[in-house]
């Protein structure tokens, strides 16, 4: 999930108030964001791929001044008509067919905008854009270009001057030559013609999705610019053009709209018009366990940023840049989320069956407090992988395992049966993060199994990996005789294990009373650099359901 730099004083200007970074840390949390962390002068936070309006540092502070109260209810933006246009070729439509675009004006651009709009720019291509595939965006300087804007294809051999190029090159040099060309080709791949932006003068703007013109350049002097947006997917396209303008004005630029000439039809964009849903009030009661009123609800959903109108029913306006909202359930969550989860009690329904919480579950969560307690961080993983992360990673050999049947996805194809894999996995992607990482999941598994009628079982299993500059097979053996010494269980037996992921000779198998309950080693270096992870890593796997049923065998012997 993206991870995007706020720099304090520039947040502070846009939301209007003197808040410190300790008071921000506390409360942004609370509105669907993570925070990643601060320093004197800025904040990291982690903004979940259901909102990418908040991508900007004015996304950000428009949604913080929402929530906290500040500045509540539906923000309304205006589009200024005028004569701008632009002409979509029909040859586009086997290459890349959709198209819009806006002008936005009296820009103030400084070291802080122009820092959060290539941020913002380079988050939404790699999030809603699919790493541009499905979205791309252009700013350029408005001045030089004549209208109207024609958007249409070239063939490999024709000619432009790149931005940050000193000479012209062909598309196809582009491509093959230079960062941008190399790291976007496959975009384009196997196409005979490429898509080009250019004005009525033939002056170039744009080879979209790769890279723009150098005769539009944005710099400090720019007061106006031209924003395009090229796309697979005219929803997605219009959704990312929406978050762009919109995080303009909230600088304080006019927007202005542009007729986008289809061969079939005419489309003026932005359009900021709020979309309207109902929302029945007993339906959000009934999925919160709660009982709100109309005027609780409509106060709630204006603190996240909506419009409300109370006639026969709720009908909530959902802003533009809005793109997550697409069902009644979407709002409820927003509700929930200014209501605040710290004020849901959990209980059971009071249904009418003996029923009651899982006694294997009640285990598996003090599972997890025992593993807090020795100060490691709990994960929560898929449960869904692949051959080669549940194989070829870890150097073992491949044996029988649940697969899904025409899978869409070859990254989520079967189900695994153990989990280390997947810890493992989670230390390759937080590398960047500082050490010691010690990490534990305590989750399900599926075993074939030939004799369940399902031909599979799911089972319970506990993992640890402890990865850090010092970690090695006497520090993962004391954990385990630990975990299960303070589980109460006695006579555990140690044996080497021939388990092909750990080093010879540093791998062992955990047994109580003759029963193999799990196993723990230190890691291959081949199954480290497999995962590219650049520490030591010890890792253990015990079943948990085993576990239960010792326990269970000793309480019915005293």
């Known amino acids: 999930m993206p991870v995007i730099e706020v720099k304090l004083s520039d947040f502070l200007k846009l939301l209007g108030k003197d808040l410190s970074i300790e008071e921000l840390s506390e409360t942004m949390p609370m509105m669907g964001v993570s925070w990643e962390g601060s320093s004197e002068d800025s904040f990291s936070i982690e903004v979940f791929p259901n909102r990418p309006d908040m991508l900007s540092v004015e996304g950000l502070a428009r949604s913080y001044a929402s929530f906290m109260g500040f ?8 589009v200024l008509e005028s004569d701008y246009t632009s002409i979509v070729a029909e040859e586009v439509r086997d290459v890349r067919p959709y198209f819009c675009s806006a002008v936005i004006k ?53 000619k432009f001057r790149p931005l940050g190029e000193r000479s012209e090159m062909t598309l196809s040099q582009i491509l093959s030559d230079l960062p ?61 053009l929406n978050i762009i303008v919109t995080t303009f004005a909230d600088r304080g630029a006019g927007i202005y709209q542009v007729s986008n000439k289809y061969p079939d039809k005419v489309v003026a964009s932005p359009n900021l018009k709020p979309r309207e849903m109902n929302l029945a009030l007993d339906y959000v009661n009934d999925l919160l366990g709660v009982n709100l009123t109309h005027e609780q609800v409509s106060a709630y959903l204006e603190r996240m940023g909506y419009g409300v109108q109370f006639e026969e029913a709720l009908k909530v306006l959902i802003p533009s840049y809005r793109t997550d909202i697409m069902h009644q359930m979407d709002l409820v969550e927003d509700i929930a989320i200014a209501y605040g989860y710290d004020k849901f009690v959990p209980e059971i329904p009071p249904i009418a069956s003996p029923a009651g919480e899982d006694p294997l579950e009640i285990f598996c969560r003090s599972l997890r407090n025992l593993l807090v307690g020795y100060g490691f961080l709990e994960t929560v993983t898929f449960m869904m992988t692949n051959r080669v992360k549940l194989f070829k990673k870890m150097c073992l050999p491949e044996e029988p395992v649940a697969e899904a049947e025409n899978s869409k996805n070859e990254e989520y194809n079967i189900v695994r049966n153990r989990l280390i894999p997947s810890l493992l996995e989670v230390l390759s992607l937080n590398k960047h993060h500082p050490y010691p990482q010690n990490i534990f999941e ?48 006695r006579n555990i037996n140690i044996e080497p294990s021939d ?60």
């Open 180 to 240: 941008k060309g190399v790291e976007y080709a496959w975009i384009l791949e196997g196409m005979a013609r490429y898509p080009i932006l250019m004005d009525s003068k033939g002056m170039v703007l744009s080879m979209p999705p790769i890279i723009n013109s150098e005769h539009t350049r944005i710099d400090e002097a720019t007061d106006s610019i031209f924003i395009d947006v090229t796309s697979t997917d005219w929803k997605a396209m219009n959704e990312v």
């Open 106 to 158: 009296n820009i103030e651009f400084d070291d802080s905008l122009i820092r959060s709009i290539i941020q913002m720019q380079e988050k939404l291509h790699v999030t809603h854009g699919r790493k541009r595939r499905k979205v791309s965006i252009g700013l350029h300087d408005l001045k030089p270009i004549k209208f109207p804007v024609i958007y249409t294809t070239k063939p490999p051999e024709f």
């Open 71 to 78: 500045n509540t209810g539906l923000r309304n933006y205006k």
């Open 499 to 558: 388990i092909t992921c750990f080093i010879e000779g540093r791998g062992m198998n955990v047994k109580v009373e003759g029963h193999l309950i799990g196993y723990a080693g230190e890691l291959k270096p081949e199954v480290l650099e497999n995962w590219e992870i650049e520490m030591p890593t010890t890792a253990l796997e015990l079943d948990a359901d085993a576990l239960y049923d010792i326990l269970a065998k000793c309480r019915r012997r005293v």
């Open 442 to 489: 305590v989750a399900e598994v599926l075993i074939l199994d030939p004799e369940e009628d399902t031909g599979a079982k799911t089972a319970k299993r506990l993992a640890v990996a402890l990865c850090h500059a010092k970690s090695n097979f006497s520090e993962i053996k004391s954990v385990t005789i630990s975990i299960i010494d303070n589980l109460g269980i």
